[in-house]
Each structure stands twice: as structure tokens, then as C-alpha cells.
């Protein structure tokens, strides 16, 4: 995402960030070390089996029960809660409830999606249905969304209302963005409006909620609240637009995915309805092979070779596809940072806002 | 239950009721009334086809999307919520959001449960996992359990924000009872107290939300909100006493279920625990049987016949297992009305609470 891209008539300013890495991995450690306590305590409030299964998710043992190193994920939506209740002049402290309460809904719907779709990997480890069956994932994802209300709402403050009540509404674009994602499965066509508002569903509602709720929680107004979200939902698709590049031509020792995954899932990701949407002769030729690609039985399609992948891949980047989303990106990145301006909070921690938007953006490939 | 029972040396007072049934009829009619429109209108907000599926699962269409007549079942919920409003001097309308709230978190446990219970029929119809597929059940499960916190923190009060506590609270309880449910069903053993425990998770808590949600929404103090939960809790546990009796010796025409419905499952229900628990012959035999049986394969113990099955329900029965039920749904329903005594209410309101309790322990066998 180095060069200025002529996309569509329009010309996309390059948003090549010198991303301050320190600068973001203190914010991320810092997110990190005040939220896992407070989460770790919420888990142990579970009922037995339901505490194990949920801290093998969160990968702080392994299956057969020994403690493990846990690699919790980079974090970004804890640190985005604590500097979200700095933009409200508050300690980032007051940001902890909110943070905890963010990623207990996001991995209730990890913990759902995962059976949903029949994922049997996550972050390099066998997932939570794999390991302990189908109605473990049901009810422990239950049991943390639940528990995401008890720790804000037993603040028993008028601020922890307005806040369930964000986060309340995050999650249910978070399971339309899911109902979304199943439906487009069955479609031939999907556009490339249906998918960013899919994409804005399932990433973006939940980072809006991120970036809002430590604000919520130290006393913002709606109006500064309804702004750091628009900040987080577009930092949201800016981050999916990315991944969904990477998706396709990630290297796999960088993402720990397969080569091609997205084109093995048959992901109707930005990128491919994008190049579908182009026009032209590889938009035509993409389109006639992927409507065959989507009648060949599951297994005939995993016996695909690299190079078939790769054929569609090219076509893909040949009709458009793949510049498209880059540049989609850099304008969410852009919008993000925009909404930024219109929230008066001190320079310090708009400066950090804008790291953890340049970390999110410019990923290893 | 209308004659005296020598239980466990303590004497039980006979609790007959002579229930007003034109005045419960007229009291469900009023809770139906006035929350199935606002119900309604909560399940279309969700994205099709979580919608329809809803509608599905709610009996209002059938598997074809035809209107149906839709059997919500008795609706002792939201006619508690109602009165529990009127009990804090409030207009029953003032219950309606959290009837709705109950009812939404109610179906969601009931989706999720089918699932994971692997049951095909609920009221006489195929259960949503079995005909729109499990990702739907979870995925409308999900929704409902996020719409009923959505329908009360929209109100924007304070009460709401109390109200949504205890109902989350009453969630995470619901959720506990599941899951000793499932890991009782590997167990050889179960104590009557984990049982009462388990139900009082799956049934009272939420019973006990339903009888004080309206209250909190109404304004009432955390000990009147306490104290009609009590009442409903304990309701709930004399609810359930009444179907442990029924789901082994209820008529199946009565109940819509199989002969020794909850026998064929193999569930280990309250009259079941306190017969083994009970010592002596019948008792002992039971045990060795019921051993047995819990190693046979599904289908084998499928195909017992209804000898086999009058077998088990006889000893049952002779080591005690049956009256010492009934004469806990006696036990649990005096504790019940006790509570209504700690309320200041006018007394009109308590009678019909009193009422709506004779009618949910005296069914039809």
C-alpha cells in the first residue's frame, strides 16, 4: 500500500503510516495487563465445566487441562476501551469493565461462529466444539455473552446502562453480520455493497463499540460516543479489507493460514465480489469459473491443485479486485481517522487513536 | 394431591386449592394481550431470515412460512410480570417490556437447549434445529437473547438498567442449570440436592424474574424485588415437582408427551433421585435396574416395552419416589405464598398471584 492507485476514475492519497510500533505495543500490553485479570475473574465465575472449556478457549490451558501460554490475540479492542475513556478525560481504568465486556461478546461469537461454520482451527489450536463437543460451545458462548451485561450492569451506574445498551446493539449487527455471512454462502451473487455491510456487521459494530465504551463508562455525551464509534467502525472495515487481501495472498508463515484460504473456503470476500462487480474480460472469465467452482462437491473442490488456486487469484487481481480492496482500505482508514477531528479529547491520545489505526492497517503480509 | 402425606416424619398440610380458574384464564388472556404485539414487533427488528425463523419457532407460521394459529404455550410469564408491576403500584402495562424480555430470553434457552439436547418436537412441532438447521438455532437463539436486553435498556431509566441486571443474573442461571443438566446425564448419581439446584437453575430463576420484573420496572426497592422472586422461584420449583410427576405418570393426551416420557430419556428427575435416595428393597432393586440401563445403546433401550418401562415407574412409586415429589410441590408451593405475605400489596394483587400459583401446581394429570 505504497503507491498512489488509480482506482475507478478516483485517486486514492497513499496512507503509508510510520506506524510507531512501541508506541502501540505499550498500548496493547497496557489493555492487556489491566483487561485479563478482570476477564480471568469473570470466567472463574462460571459453573464447572463451563470455566475449563472457556479457559481453553482463551487458551490459558490446553485440552487436557495443564495451563498454557495463551495467546489471547493482538488485543486491540481492550486498548482501544482504555484510551476511549482517556478521550473522555478519564483514567483509562474507568475503560476496564467495557473492555472485558467487548471481548467476552467477542468470543461468545467466536465460540458460536466456530461451530456455525464448522471451523476446526483457531489461532493454530483445535476450537472449542472440536474439543468438547457442539453443546459446550453452545452454552459457554452463552454463558459469556451474559456475562459481558453482569460486568458492566453490577457497576449499578446510569453510565453502565448507556454502555450494555451500546454493546447490547453491537452484538446484534454482530449476529446479523453472521445471518449475512451464512446467506451469501447459498448466493451466486453477492454485491460489493452487501458485503461491506456484512463486513461493517461482523468487524466493524464491535470495534465501534471498542472505541466508544471506556468514553461511555467515564461520562461522554452521545454525540462524542456515536463519533469514537464511527472511528471504530471504519477502522473496522479498513481492517477487513486488509485481511480480506491477505486472505487470499497472505503468506501463510505471516497469516498461519493455508495458501489461497479464502479462495478454499469459496469466501465471497471483498476482493472477489469486487473484481466480479469490475467488468471486463477477467471479471467474465472469473465469473464463469467460480459459478462452476460453486456446483463441484466439497471434497472435489479440496483436491484442487496450487495452481488452480492461483489461476483465480490472478483473475481476481488482473479484473481489479485486489487493488480495489487495498484502496478500500486506505479510504476507511481515512474516514476513521477523520472522525478523529470532530471529538475534542487531548492531543496525546488522538495521536494513539491514529498508531492503533496505522498498526491495525499496515499488517505483515 | 388432596389428601394428608406422611413424608419423612414431617406432616404436609394438604394445599387443594380451589383455584379461580375464570379469574387465571382472564389473567394469562391479559399478559397475551398486552405482550404478544410488543413481542411481535421485537422479533421482526431481527434480519431476515432470523425473522422468519423466529416466527417459526414462536408457532405464528409453519415450516412453510404459512400463517399458523401459534401455540405460545400457557404465557404464565408475562402475566406474572403484569401483576408483579401492579404489586409496586404501577399499571400492569408498565411490566410489558420486561414480559417481553422474559419471554425473549425464555425462547432462547429453549432453542439453544433443543439443540443441544438433540430433541426434535417441542408443543407438538418440529423443533427450529431439526427444520431450519442448527446454525439457525444458534443464530436465532443469539438474537433473542440480545433483543430481550435491547427491548429494556431502551427505555433509558434507571429501573431499566436494575431490571436487565437481575434478568442477566437470572440468564446466567438458566445457563448454569443446562449445563448441570447435561453433566448430570453422565453421572450414575444424583442427589435430590443437586437436582432441586439444577432445577431452580433451569426453572425458578427465571419464574422468579418473570414475578419481579415488573415490580423493579414499577419503581419497587431491591427487597421487594427480592422477595417476589422468592416467591417466584419457589413456584417455579413447584412448577417443575408437578411435571417430574407428570413426565413419568401423566397422561399422554394431557401432556402431548410419550408414556414415561422423561423414563425413555433416562433423566434423572426429581422423583427418580429421591427414590433412590430413599433406602430400603424397592429402592435397591431400582438402583441395580436403572445401573444397568444406563450402559445399554440409545436404541436398544428404545425398544423396551411399555412393561418394561411400568416396571421401573412401579418401583419408583413403592420406594417413595412419587408422593415424596408430590409432597415437595406442596412444600415449595407453601414457601412460595409465604413470600407474597413479606409484600406490601394490595390485596387484590395478591390473590391473583396466589391464583396464578393454584393453577400452575394443580394441571391435569
Chains 1, 2 share one sequence.
Request: hydrophobic share 45%; net charge negative.
Amino acid at each position: 500500500m505504497s503507491t498512489t492507485t488509480e482506482t475507478r476514475g478516483e485517486t486514492v492519497t497513499p496512507a503509508t503510516p510510520a506506524v510507531d510500533f512501541a508506541g502501540v505495543i505499550a498500548l496493547l500490553e497496557r489493555g492487556r495487563t489491566l483487561a485479563t485479570p478482570v476477564l480471568r475473574a469473570a470466567v472463574d465465575r462460571l459453573a464447572p465445566p463451563m470455566d475449563t472449556v472457556a479457559a481453553y478457549h482463551f487458551g490459558w490451558i490446553d485440552a487436557d487441562g495443564r495451563p498454557a501460554a495463551g495467546d489471547g490475540g493482538k488485543a486491540v479492542r481492550p486498548a482501544l476501551a482504555l484510551l476511549s475513556a482517556q478521550a473522555a478525560g478519564a483514567d483509562p481504568e474507568v475503560g476496564v469493565p467495557g473492555a472485558v465486556a467487548v471481548e467476552l461478546v467477542h468470543n461468545f461469537s467466536l465460540l458460536h461462529d466456530d461451530l456455525m461454520d464448522g471451523d476446526e482451527q483457531r489461532r493454530h489450536r483445535d476450537t472449542v466444539w472440536k474439543v468438547h463437543g457442539p453443546a459446550q460451545a453452545i452454552l459457554v458462548g452463552d454463558a459469556l455473552f451474559a456475562l459481558a451485561g453482569e460486568i458492566l450492569l453490577e457497576l449499578g451506574t446510569v453510565e453502565a446502562g448507556r454502555a450494555t445498551r451500546r454493546l447490547t446493539s453491537a452484538t446484534r449487527k454482530l449476529i446479523d453480520g453472521q445471518a449475512q455471512d451464512i446467506s451469501y454462502e447459498h448466493r451466486e451473487r453477492v454485491t460489493v455493497e452487501e458485503c461491506l455491510e456484512m463486513e461493517g456487521n461482523k468487524t466493524g459494530a464491535l470495534l465501534a463499540c471498542a472505541a466508544s465504551i471506556g468514553a461511555v463508562l467515564g461520562g461522554a455525551d452521545d454525540r462524542t460516543a456515536d463519533t469514537l464509534e464511527r472511528y471504530g467502525y471504519h477502522l473496522g472495515l479498513a481492517f477487513q479489507a486488509v485481511d480480506d487481501v491477505l486472505g487470499i495472498w497472505g503468506d501463510p508463515v505471516s497469516t498461519g493460514k493455508q495458501t489461497w484460504s479464502d479462495l478454499r473456503q469459496r469466501k465471497k470476500s471483498l476482493p472477489v465480489v469486487a473484481a466480479l462487480a469490475a467488468g471486463g474480460r477477467a471479471s467474465e472469465d472469473l465469473a464463469q469459473i467460480l459459478a462452476a467452482d460453486a456446483n463441484k462437491p466439497e471434497d472435489e473442490f479440496a483436491d484442487f491443485s496450487e495452481e488452480e488456486f492461483a489461476t483465480r487469484a490472478a483473475l481476481i487481481e488482473e479484473a481489479g479486485g485486489r487493488d480495489w480492496t487495498s484502496a478500500e482500505a486506505r479510504r476507511q482508514y481515512a474516514t476513521a481517522i477523520e472522525a478523529l477531528d470532530e471529538v475534542d479529547m487531548p492531543g496525546e491520545v488522538r495521536d494513539q487513536f491514529v498508531a492503533l489505526a496505522d498498526f491495525v492497517v499496515v499488517r505483515e503480509r
